[in-house]
């Protein structure tokens, strides 16, 4: 079992930063951040594998940074658009393979979860 502990949420203005953390009792070979906006379904952020090799959802590439410590997974997230405002989760999955990380990040399958954490961009 992995437990996540997700901090940093809040509220910011369009363009403006804000980072995430989760803090996680295990860490596995993939770990990511999801995200879910009002009315829509959950999607992938971006993921990071044992290697430190990251990947991102394409509405977030060049704005967004994923990176991770001993014990705790960051999300960096600049230029701030309303569109990403939701409800942000850290997740954490036993694929071992970085092809097998990459597609459960896009198919929103990963195997442990925290309780998210709300992000609003708004003016």
């Known amino acids: 079992q992995v437990q996540l502990v997700e901090t940093g949420g809040g509220s910011v203005q369009p363009g403006g930063s804000l980072r995430l953390s989760c803090r996680y009792t295990?860490?596995?070979?993939?770990m990511g951040w999801f995200r879910q906006g009002p009315g829509k379904e959950r999607e992938g952020v971006a993921a990071i594998d044992e290697d430190a090799r990251t990947r991102y959802g394409d509405s977030v590439k060049g704005r967004f940074t994923i990176s991770k410590s001993k014990n705790t997974l960051y999300l960096q997230m600049n230029g701030l658009k309303p569109e990403d405002t939701g409800i942000y989760y850290c997740?954490?999955?036993?694929?071992?393979?970085?092809?097998?990380?990459?597609?459960?990040?896009?198919?929103?399958?990963?195997?442990?979860w925290g309780q998210g954490t709300q992000v609003t961009v708004s003016s």
């Open positions: 295990r860490s596995t070979d993939c």
């Open positions: 997740a954490a999955d036993r694929a071992r393979l970085q092809a097998q990380c990459w597609l459960r990040l896009h198919r929103v399958e990963f195997d442990y």
